[in-house]
């Protein structure tokens, strides 16, 4: 079942945007899909799909470290062994506390302990809802909790359960509207998918975050292609976008003029295509449906071997 | 002085096109054995709880360091002390420095960039951090702006926590109005002073529920900075507006947020 990152480095660049257009566009055409909000810190995509909510899971896969205070005499061992600066002391300078957010997981306090005081718990890293769009396919989304230090885990278990909602979409394609930066969820939402659409702004920030995003999507080995945004910003840096993307053998899919139907179709919390399909935006869509479609199948012919490079003895 | 924390796509030094120097390694413990002294014991394996070690009985430990995180807990369980410490770069600190051409001030720059495919940015954040307070106390600076990433997760929490004033910076729009409220609520949560900054005020009609949020969480909306083509010009001229193009709208509005963040500090 082929997945598709979209991903940006730079937030802001567009990602939920086309993302919700592209889902439509292909809906009205026919091709059976399923689309992911991988943004686990701040989902936004369901909020354009209005969707009828379905189904929810709860992933308990984290844990902290709690200290039973009954037992504990400060003695601070934990604090120097924690490698995360998550145990400290409190104001007064004696009392040791777990600052939760910080706290990995990893049981460190709990091993060098003298007095067996601490203890790991089980907590909710977040949870994946299902809805079922107005449109007809589902919309995944995943949200990770404030404490839980886990955005990538949460990629992963809201891809697996993507796969249910494939099932019932009945779905060839799962469309994953990908996190900003380039960290862990980054990671998580581009490792093993077929094909990663990159998209950039014509700014001296754009540039330099779709360079440092593409170094995860070389890593990978995924085929990728590029959508410039917002694209009669700025000329020159424009053209030093088109240039890189020759050099490193990049498509570019599309090019998106910077048009106020986008912030504009957002208010009324639908995709852009949706609200206004007689606008120039809604046109190059089409145009970039057709590309992606294209390089979808190119990529799915001729898959990369990721174990090529590695010599087996 | 400036940190930019956003340790995943690093921009304050593009945005305002200065040299970066004095980099160093952000670096984080990663196991190595010395396997005369291992006696396949596999104690290694059962402590460690990101599944980074594979150990079989009577044969030498893997160790995998892709997804180890550093804790330490295979060389403090290893009875024989035969795991010592390896390293592992995680990414970079930088410094650099903004010179303001129009009275010759210059702001210091704290930088701090994970290295690609690397997950762990909580730990180059705090580096980051630890690094710019030790020269902020040096050069005797009054005020640090931290320059946070988007989203609410581990690396957002590590930059903000310990902050005086925390500004939030969103549009009129429901995707900010959305993504507000989850970095208030975890404010509220944490105890962290709040204001709210509306930017490309006027992209649409109206102000999006931003009110109804500040309400909702009593938090101040410190400033509106109205959509302004010239801010986008200075943006991509790698320029702030405030000093290329002081009379535009927000320009002014950038000035009045600055007099209001410094009453309320």
């Known amino acids: ?313 | 002085m400036i940190v930019d924390t956003d340790v995943d796509a690093p921009n304050v030094s593009t945005l305002l096109n200065t040299e970066i120097f004095n980099k160093k390694e952000v670096t984080g413990f990663v196991p190595e054995v010395n396997l005369s002294e291992c006696i396949q014991c596999g104690k290694c394996a059962e402590v460690c709880l990101m599944h980074a070690v594979i150990a079989v009985p009577g044969r030498n430990p893997i160790f995998f360091h892709d997804l180890c995180n550093g804790c330490t807990a295979c060389k403090i369980i290893c009875p024989t002390n035969a795991i010592y410490d390896g390293k592992k770069v995680y990414g970079w600190t930088y410094e650099s420095k903004y010179v303001i051409e129009e009275n010759n001030n210059t702001i210091d720059i704290v930088i701090g960039e994970l290295k690609p495919n690397e997950p762990r940015s909580t730990t180059v954040v705090h580096e980051t951090k630890k690094r710019a307070k030790e020269l902020a106390e040096k050069k005797h600076y009054d005020f640090i702006i931290v320059d946070v990433a988007p989203g609410a997760h581990c690396n957002v929490m590590s930059a903000v926590i310990d902050a005086d004033l925390v500004l939030a910076v969103t549009e009129t729009t429901p995707f900010g109005k959305h993504d507000l409220e989850l970095i208030l609520e975890i404010f509220k949560d944490r105890n962290i002073s709040a204001g709210i900054v509306i930017n490309r005020y006027g992209l649409v009609e109206g102000d999006g529920g931003i009110d109804e949020s500040a309400k909702k969480y009593n938090v101040e909306i410190m400033a509106k900075i109205p959509l302004d083509n010239r801010l986008i010009k200075s943006y991509v001229n790698t320029k702030p507006v405030v000093i290329s193009d002081p009379e535009a709208p927000s320009a002014k509005a950038l000035e009045q947020l600055t007099n209001r963040v410094l009453e309320v500090l």
């Not at chain 1, 998550?86 to 040791?96: E, S």
């Not at chain 1, 380039?182 to 779709?210: A, K, M, R």
């Open chain 1, 1 to 313: 079942m082929p997945e598709v990152a979209i991903v940006s480095g730079k937030g802001g660049c567009g990602k939920t945007t086309l993302s919700a257009s592209l889902a439509y566009v292909l809906k009205k055409r026919g091709v059976p899909i399923t689309i992911l909000d991988a943004d686990v810190d701040a989902p936004d995509l369901q909020i354009l799909f209005n969707g009828e909510y379905e189904d929810k899971t709860v992933i308990r896969a984290s844990r902290m470290a709690k200290i039973d205070y009954d037992k504990c005499t400060n003695c601070g061992v934990c604090v120097d062994a924690c490698q995360f600066d998550a145990i400290r002391y409190k104001d007064d300078g004696v009392t040791v506390y777990i600052d939760e957010p910080f706290c990995e997981g990893c049981g460190v306090c709990k091993l060098v302990c003298p007095v067996d005081a601490v203890s790991l718990e089980e907590y909710e890293t977040g949870d994946v809802t299902i809805f079922k769009s107005n449109l007809g396919f589902r919309v995944v989304t995943g949200h990770v909790g404030p404490q839980a230090e886990a955005s990538g885990m949460m990629v992963n278990e809201a891809r697996k359960i993507s796969r249910i909602a494939m099932i019932k979409d009945k779905s060839d394609l799962l469309l994953i509207d990908g996190p900003p930066g380039i960290g862990c969820p980054v990671i998580s939402s581009v490792s093993g998918t077929d094909l990663v659409i990159l998209i950039t702004e014509p700014t001296p920030t754009g540039l330099h975050d779709l360079k440092r995003v593409y170094e995860i999507v070389k890593h990978f080995q995924i085929p990728a292609v590029l959508v410039i945004n917002k694209a009669d910003i700025h000329e020159p840096i424009k053209q030093k976008i088109i240039q890189w993307a020759k050099q490193n053998n990049i498509e570019i899919i599309g090019e998106i003029p910077l048009e106020d139907v986008v912030p504009r179709a957002i208010v009324q919390m639908k995709p852009v295509v949706e609200v206004f399909p007689e606008s120039t935006f809604a046109k190059i869509m089409e145009d970039i449906t057709n590309k992606f479609l294209e390089k979808l199948d190119e990529v799915l012919k001729n898959p990369v071997n990721p174990y090529e490079k590695y010599e087996i003895k």
